[in-house]
């Protein structure tokens, strides 16, 4: 295994940046961790020298603020739940719609 450590990078979208070098490097990439000031990109033992020059050049240009697909939807998705909150927070729940049913339904809706 070969780690490339590419120093001074405090701010770091893991995700994203794994999602990154996924795709740059393939089946050469093990994993990536990331201490307090620094990324460590681990590849396989026949790693080209070109390909550690891609891996520091992904690492240096890496914007933690760009998101992956799955972290915009998962964003996305928490702000409709927030917004639902919202908008039906003040909504009286009619406990009479419950009456008769099942115990642990009715027990439910008197909690809400």
Do not use: C, W
Request: glycine content about 2%; aromatic content about 2%.
């Amino acid at each position: 295994m070969k780690d490339i450590t590419v120093e001074k990078i405090t701010t770091v979208n893991l995700v994203a940046l794994d999602a990154a070098l996924r795709s740059a490097l393939g089946a050469f990439l093990i994993g990536v961790t990331h201490t307090a000031n620094a990324v460590t990109v681990h590849t396989t033992d026949d790693t080209s020298v070109d390909t550690i020059n891609k891996v520091k050049t992904i690492v240096e240009s890496h914007d933690p603020a760009q998101l992956t697909p799955d972290q915009q939807a998962e964003i996305l998705a928490q702000a409709k739940l927030e917004q639902a909150r919202t908008d039906y927070a003040a909504t009286e729940l009619d406990l009479k719609v419950f009456a008769g049913k099942d115990a642990l339904l009715e027990q439910l809706a008197q909690k809400v």
